[in-house]
Each structure stands twice: as structure tokens, then as C-alpha cells.
């Protein structure tokens, strides 16, 4: 297929909770694992961690070089494959210029948020895959933060399902969403 | 969307390893709620996990307790919602069974797997799932054990990304296919 860069960044912060307070998530082991692999699976360039918190940062490094050169890479060779798209900010304004550098070129974020009313469709998404490089945005917790949706950047529509049940897995809905926006026509 | 039931099964027997080998594979808290919630935002009618261990089969029903009755209950009453989905049974010819009594009518395996060449497009299975009631199964491991592919079940062709890499979680897997089987035509 014929499209510009994509880069995938998963938020930590800011995001908010439940009660919509803002919020730190704490970085989820398996949540790098299988966006990685999903990202590996459709070709995506990078796979961003977003979090302010060191500690948080440190422990990703240790998932990246365990199965990248340690026990892991030998028992699992596909995992570090995957994992070779991660890098880590501490901050998505971070992300987007490491990004932006790597490529010449200013990606856009598309901002992503299961309680969105509004949003591009996936069809006008696939299409923007195609003119400009893009860095889909997802949010842990209860999603990205109100005040990233202020930036005037464009907003993916929500996925609807066949229900009135709103409460994918952040792992389900990046897998949907790079699928409906990168898979080939012939399925 | 008008559509026969449609139940999804998770089988950890019988199942292959990296290397082949015929094995039972453990039962993995995430996959039930990922998978359980991802059925539920698709209208899934049930959701059967598959093990004949007993031991996993008491693990499975505490996890249940716990968020159907305990604290996760009233903590996040979303996840009970999605989990009053999840039957478990010691076989696929079981779970077949007691979903067939429910629903008073044979119920039609749909096979899966990463590995497989052949299969039926998601265009023709989105097609079947508007003349039978099916229940799309899939493997945890390395994939379902080839005696499954003997007896003239259906197949459903395996997801392709844009890449040659061709290992996705089975999470973000059930995700991808509940979506291209079941999602409106409008996205």
C-alpha cells in the first residue's frame, strides 16, 4: 500500500480517570507487548510510550532489553522483532518532534477517544494515511485529556460496535483501528 | 445489523507449541476480559473458554465471582456486564453442545489460524454469519491442533497486515475478526 509514515503513541499522561480527573496511568506490560506486535503486524513505523514518570520510563527499558538482547530475544526472537518499533517520551509534544526529526517532516497526531461524538471517518482516515505522515494517539485510563482535543488536530471517529457497550481494551481498539486504517483491501 | 447467533470460543486443548507439540495451554486472565469485553462491544452471544483442566476451570470462576458479584462488581460494574458473557467447558464438542441446546439449532465451528493458507474470505464468512449460527474458534499457543482442520469445518482465511510478520496476540486477533465479521457497514 501506498502511504506516508505512521507512528502509534500510547498516553500515560495526560489522561484522566473514571470520576475524569486528570491522571498518570502506570505503563502496562502487556500493552507494549501487543501494540507492538499489532503495530509489527501492519507496518507501522514507531511505537511511542508516553509518560513523564522516570521510574515508569526505567522499567520499560528493562521489557526492551530483555527481549531484545537478554533470555528473551533466544526464547522468542518475534517479541524483540515487534519491540524494535518501541521508543519512549516523556511527553507526546516529546514524541512528535523525536518523530518529526526522524522523518523531516512534521507528522500530524490523530487523536483518538471512545467517548468522542465527533471524528473523521475511517474511510477519510485511510485516505490521510496516504498524503500525510501521522501519529495515531490513544489514551489509557478513561482516555486522552480534554485539552489535547483543543489543539485543533483531527479526531478518529469512535468504534462503534453492534451494541450500546463502550469499553474496549486499549490493546482491542488499537488492533481495530490499525486494521480498518492500514489492512489491504483483499481480505 | 440482521445476523444468527454468533459465540466466540477460546481453546487452550487441543492446542501446539512453538515446536508442534500437541500441549494444554494455561488460561490467561487478560484474555478473558479482553476477549469478553471486545464480544460484548460486537453484540457476541457468548464467549466459551475451553480448558479440561479443572484447576483453571476454579481460577476462571473466581475471576468471574469476583467481578459478576465481589468488589470488582460494584468497582466496575462494565466488566461484570461483559463477563456475564463467559461460559467455560472441558471441550469444544461440549461447549458446540450446550450452545446448540440454548439456541436450539446446530451450531457451525469456524476455524482459525495465523498459519493456515487456505480459508474462506471475511466477505463470504460476513455473508455466513447472516445464514448460520456460528461459533468462531480460536487457539491460545502456537494455533488450534491440526486435527481440528480434519473435519470439514470451515476456515476462516488469516488476518494479513502489511508486513511478513504474522504474529498478533490472540486478543488483538479475536478483536480484528469481530470487527471485519460484525461491525456496521458504517465506520
Redesign the interface.
Known amino acids: ?1 501506498n502511504r506516508r509514515p505512521l507512528a502509534v503513541a500510547l498516553v500515560h499522561h495526560p489522561v484522566v480517570d ?1 470520576r475524569g480527573d486528570l491522571v498518570t496511568t502506570a505503563v502496562t506490560n ?1 500493552d507494549v ?2 501494540i507492538a ?2 503495530a ?4 507501522v513505523d514507531r511505537f511511542y510510550l508516553v509518560t513523564p514518570v522516570q521510574d515508569q520510563l526505567t522499567l520499560i527499558q528493562r521489557i526492551l532489553d530483555h527481549w531484545r538482547q537478554g533470555h528473551g530475544a533466544d526464547y ?1 526472537p ?1 517479541r524483540g ?2 519491540l524494535s518499533l518501541v521508543r519512549v517520551s516523556t511527553s507526546l509534544q516529546e514524541a512528535l518532534t523525536d518523530w518529526g526529526e526522524a522523518i523531516g517532516e512534521t507528522p500530524l497526531p490523530l487523536l483518538t477517544g471512545a467517548q468522542r461524538q465527533d471524528g473523521l ?3 477519510e482516515c485511510r485516505e490521510l494515511t496516504k498524503t500525510r505522515p501521522l501519529m495515531l494517539v490513544l489514551g489509557t485510563g478513561w482516555g486522552l485529556a480534554p485539552s489535547l482535543f483543543e489543539r485543533d488536530w483531527p479526531v478518529l ?1 469512535p ?5 450500546d ?5 486499549v ?6 483501528m ?3 486504517l ?3 483491501d483483499e ?1
Open positions: 500500500m473514571r502487556l507487548h501487543d506486535r499489532t509489527r503486524t501492519y507496518g522468542n518475534h522483532d515487534a471517518s475511517y474511510e471517529a468504534i462503534r460496535g453492534n451494541s457497550y463502550n469499553h474496549l481494551p490493546r482491542a481498539a488499537a488492533a481495530i490499525l486494521d480498518r492500514l489492512a489491504p481480505k
